[in-house]
């Protein structure tokens, strides 16, 4: 357990070292929160290249850690920019001790099963950790085998790239490299999502915005059984909010956008849907930036997105042409064989159906989910002048991506009902965060539509 430690501490600091070279004026606890996930991705990325170029994966890490102390001993907080008071408002308070009991019973939960699943369900002991034996061996190279097709040697490698390095540096096979890992996305997620709507919107409604997440039992228990689809959808999340937040802090928020486009290459690091967020995220913040903010206001703002998207999706597109194997979905199938599938009505009847009734569904407990947002936003209100770019961009990425997947999931050669019982569930879980994220943001603060009172701060961006 000591040896596994030891190897995170690494990946930990390299990546709050990145978030903080690139936004050093977010709130200490969302630095924290995205430099975690971010390390991890980094190392993978690092661990990757050590596999073709034979060379030691620590040389590039360190050169990473290197290149990012000196950005950080450069680079101070933007000016106009100070910290917010810790002191609660009774109501911030009230809002924060819900948030916290939800959060430890979810911690709760999440210790459970991992105590019933300790090497995770399905996907993980099948793709992921069965991927990270063999990179952490030798013999990695049998990974991407033929034989081997049934585990998808084609997904990315950000989980088994990671779990593989960090047993390669402690020379065992802990189980709790994999469940820590697991445990900084479930939770860096719910982190995320309360940081960056209180930075945005207020404490509260962070409080509230979080307190929603941590109780989608739905989230927690593929948490905690290493699937990919949390840690995609942390990615997908983060990516939204960075773009909020450098919207808000535009023209001192040039790092923060650069982060973003490090989280979006992450998300196409994490599973071949995360491609997908690129190419949905792109276009239409793109468009939302020049209807609000300008062509030349937004040419600028994506350029700093390429600049740290572009490193990690060519580490991608690298890894693509090296190792991975054809799609089990796409590979062999010509454009007619897959039209008549996505022309078949049938097909497009269960995929609708299957959705409204998860609509009904997702995760529910006491009441669904998508019912308390929506109830919500009617009792409160909507308001985003402020955040007009990061809402539109929220809302076509949320609802592209799910057109997508509906896509994905009718041309798929499985058969169509299999296909939607047992996958468009954590399609759905994908964007649940960025779903709360994108109602939190529009809707108006509470203590606005309450009536109650609020003391306007800027510190870490925080505002209406």
Known sequence: MIQAIT???LPLALGLLCVRASAPNLGVALQACLGAATGIGLVSCCFFLSLITGLPSLIFELTLLATFLLICRRKAAPSGVRRTEFALTAVEAMAGAVFAIVALYSLYGFASVTRLYPHGQWDAWA?????ARFLATPYWRDAFSVALIWSHPDYPLLLPGFVARVW????GRELSVPIATAFFFTFGSIGVLAGAVAALKGRTQGFLAGTVLAATPFFIEHGASQYADVPLSFFCLATLALLALQDRLWPDSAGV?????????MGAWTKNEGLLLVAVVVPVW????????GLRTALQQVRWFAGGLGPVLGVVLLFRYTLATQNANLGGRGIGSLMVLLTDPYRWRVVGSALLKLSW???NVFVNSFTVLVIYLI??????KKDRVAVYTAMGSVFLSLAGYCVACIVSPYDIVWQTSTALSRLLLQLWPAMLFLGFLAARPIEDAAGLPFQITRGNAQGR
């Open 7 to 9: 190897g995170i501490a």
């Open 127 to 131: 793709i992921h950790n069965l991927r």
């Open 168 to 171: 390669r540096s402690t020379g």
């Open 257 to 265: 956008t650069l982060l973003a486009g490090v989280c979006a290459g």
């Open 286 to 293: 793109m468009l939302a930036a020049v209807r609000v903010r």
């Open 361 to 363: 569904s997702f995760s």
């Open 379 to 384: 009792c409160v209100g909507v308001h985003w």
